[in-house]
């Protein structure tokens, strides 16, 4: 039942920013959720993470994009961002949310943002 959506990619030029939103429907994620995270899968590659906030509000950033990315949480909106800085070619992919529960993890379908000239 429970449905995330990701939105907030597009074309964008190195060094500038993208701000990607989560948000979940058929679920609540201040009632149901333990962790939300942001993947991205790069052309060819493994998916990997890229960030991660559990319920207490732990976070997690990969090493390479410490101090360029920041993940936060709107629970009035029922959403998680990832707002993306200084961003660079390599970050090129599908950025993916999931959301832990108590009893799976549930997966966005991605959306794609692309670093480029």
């Known amino acids: 039942q429970v449905q995330l959506v990701e939105s907030g990619g597009g074309l964008v030029q190195p060094g500038g920013s993208l701000r990607l939103s989560c948000a979940a429907s058929?679920?609540?994620?201040?009632?149901?959720?333990?962790?939300v995270g942001w993947y991205r899968q790069a052309p060819g590659k493994q998916r990997e993470l890229v960030a991660r906030?559990?319920?207490?509000?732990?976070?997690t950033y990969a090493d390479s994009v410490k101090n360029r990315f920041t993940i936060f949480r709107d629970y009035a909106k029922n959403t998680v961002y990832l707002q993306m800085n200084s961003l660079k070619p390599e970050g090129t992919g599908g950025y993916y949310c999931?959301?832990?529960?108590?009893?799976?993890?549930?997966w966005g379908q991605g959306d794609q943002g692309t670093v480029s000239s």
């Open positions: 999931n959301a832990a529960t108590a009893t799976n993890i549930d």
């Open positions: 058929g679920s609540v994620f201040s009632l149901y959720t333990v962790a």
């Open positions: 906030i559990t319920r207490g509000g732990t976070i």
